[in-house]
């Protein structure tokens, strides 16, 4: 499932430069996540680096919108390499 980033964001700039496939950009008032582009960080880590790195308690969550298995994430993870090379 992609992540997503709640208005407890306070736009600390530590998770965009954290994101892998690029998926976290500054959005109107807080940064937001691309779910097209967000794989949780499967296929780079074994762990979502921008939660890691937030010093915000559950300001980066689960999107209930995007609901995907590890096996649909890798998938995704494969199909944005491909795109990259």
Do not use: W
């Not at 430069?17 to 499967?42: H, L, Q, R, W």
Request: negative net charge.
């Amino acid at each position: 499932m992609a992540l997503k980033i709640t208005s407890k964001c306070i736009n600390c700039d530590m998770c965009e430069p954290e994101c892998p496939n690029e998926a976290i950009s500054m959005g109107f008032d807080t940064y937001e996540i691309d779910p097209n582009k967000c794989t949780e960080c499967v296929g780079y880590y074994d762990h979502s680096t921008c939660q890691r790195v937030c010093p915000i308690q559950n300001a980066i969550i689960a999107d209930p919108q995007h609901v995907e298995t590890q096996e649909q994430l890798l998938v995704k993870f494969e199909r944005l390499k491909a795109i990259t090379k």
